[in-house]
């Protein structure tokens, strides 16, 4: 990414991790920076905070990303240079979309993929692509998170009934949701290459007070919004100010121009999960996903 004029669009802008990363960009007066966020006058209000432009998206419903990229694309900003797929959920229990697909699946890796394959062609090269990823993707790092599933996309969406306590059920949806962004990650780092796309993925840690637990009882918010707060002092444990300095240079920064298919904690690239390297499962994640798309598209349409 050059120094020329470029737009960099942010998914969950409004708050946490990508309103940092946000702000952190909109400093450079090279950067026309779009965030989003499910409420449009909250996130036309708070882009306007930081010299932003705030726009509505709503990952989990193909409608609403097929009308976010058309008033992207008619607001006649700089040539598209980024993206940072950063907005995510995590419930308390199952959730469904519109559509009847499990909510987790359906907005962090479906929802984002969406996104992205419909942006494509109006990305000017080179451009970067980040997809927010999460160290409970792996089983190896002792999170406490209940492990990823391993399934079909399509079983993922349309899940059978959980035969765990509903919260669990809810924490597995999340990280097999993570593990879906680092295989997309490497998958499409492959394909985009000879476009001079880069793909790369990013895992912010654990940040306490963070909007992610928004859909959480109110009693869990307010555990998380202020005892939680304590934990940055263990290792592994972030600010969403630290972490969103160090998402903004990995989308901003001369020195990963040319670098792909990696996977950073902070700035350090490091080894993810073993599954996520099954390049098999890569490629049948993102077949059957497309799949799903099509689907949902051929519904929309109705």
């Avoid at 919004?225 to 290792?235: E, W």
């Avoid at 969103?244 to 902070?266: C, H, M, N, S």
């Avoid at 993810?272 to 799949?291: C, F, I, N, T």
Wanted: contains cysteine; glycine residues 8%; proline residues 6%.
């Amino acid at each position: 990414m050059t120094s020329s004029d470029r737009t960099i669009v942010i998914t969950g802008g409004t708050s946490g991790l990508g309103y940092e990363c946000a702000r952190n960009l909109a400093r450079d007066p090279h950067n026309t920076v779009v965030i989003t966020g499910r409420e449009a006058n909250r996130t036309r209000e708070t882009a306007a905070t930081i010299g932003a432009h705030g726009m509505a998206l709503d990952l989990s419903s193909r409608r609403s990303v097929g009308a976010f990229v058309a008033e992207l694309v008619a607001a006649d900003l700089p040539p598209l240079a980024g993206l940072v797929c950063n907005a995510g959920v995590q419930f308390t229990r199952r959730a469904l979309t519109a559509d009847g697909m499990e909510a987790t699946f359906a907005t962090n890796h479906l929802g984002h993929l969406g996104l992205i394959l419909d942006l494509l062609d109006h990305f000017t090269a080179p451009a970067r692509i980040i997809l927010v990823s999460s160290g409970t993707h792996d089983p190896d790092q002792l999170t406490g998170m209940p492990h990823p599933l391993r399934a079909t996309a399509r079983e993922l969406a349309y899940p059978p009934p959980p035969t765990e306590s509903a919260q669990r059920d809810a924490r597995r949806c999340y990280t097999t949701s993570k593990l879906a962004n680092l295989q997309t990650s490497y998958h499409l780092a492959r394909e985009l290459a000879p476009r001079d796309i880069t793909v790369n993925a990013f895992d912010p840690g654990l940040m306490p007070g963070t909007g992610l637990a928004r859909d959480a009882s109110a009693v869990q918010r307010i555990g998380w919004k202020t005892i939680a707060r304590a934990l940055v002092v263990l290792p592994g444990v972030r600010t969403p100010r630290g972490s969103g300095a160090d998402l903004a240079w990995f989308v901003a920064a001369p020195e990963r121009a040319q670098i792909t298919g990696e996977y950073l904690v902070g700035r350090k690239p490091v080894r993810s999960s073993v599954a996520s390297y099954d390049e098999q499962a890569q490629q049948a994640l993102y077949r059957d996903s497309l799949e799903l798309l099509a689907e949902l598209d051929a519904r929309a349409d109705h």
